[in-house]
């Protein structure tokens, strides 16, 4: 099983930027994908970011050339950098870790963008 607890949230201006943290605990060296997702209020949750088997990226077309996902192994931490934020990235946003074909989220962080 891994634990995962975000951090980073907060308020921000438009155009502000913000990063938010994962951190991994428990069978972290047996994570398979790694990713964020959003929910928006009265909104499915929807992919964000995600770095998959390989290394290779995957980002939500609403967030490319602004957000960058990141994992540093040695710390057992996923990072997003969000920039160039709109209000529409209001949101929780959420890390997801797959392992032995099991998902695991975080408990979420919130992500306001507001003047």
């Known amino acids: 099983q891994v634990q995962l607890v975000e951090s980073g949230g907060g308020l921000v201006q438009p155009g502000g930027s913000l990063r938010l943290s994962c951190a991994a605990s428990g069978s972290t060296s047996s994570i398979y994908t790694v990713g964020w997702y959003r929910q928006a209020p009265d909104k499915q949750r929807e992919l964000v970011a995600e770095i998959l088997s390989g290394g290779r990226t995957n980002y939500a077309d609403s967030v490319e050339g602004r957000f960058t996902i990141s994992r540093d192994t040695s710390k057992n931490t996923l990072y997003l950098q969000m920039n160039s934020l709109k209000p529409e990235d209001t949101a929780v946003y959420y890390c997801?870790?797959?392992?032995?074909?099991?998902?695991?989220w975080g408990q979420g962080t919130q992500v306001t963008v507001s003047p």
């Open positions: 997801r870790v797959t392992l032995s074909g099991y998902a695991y």
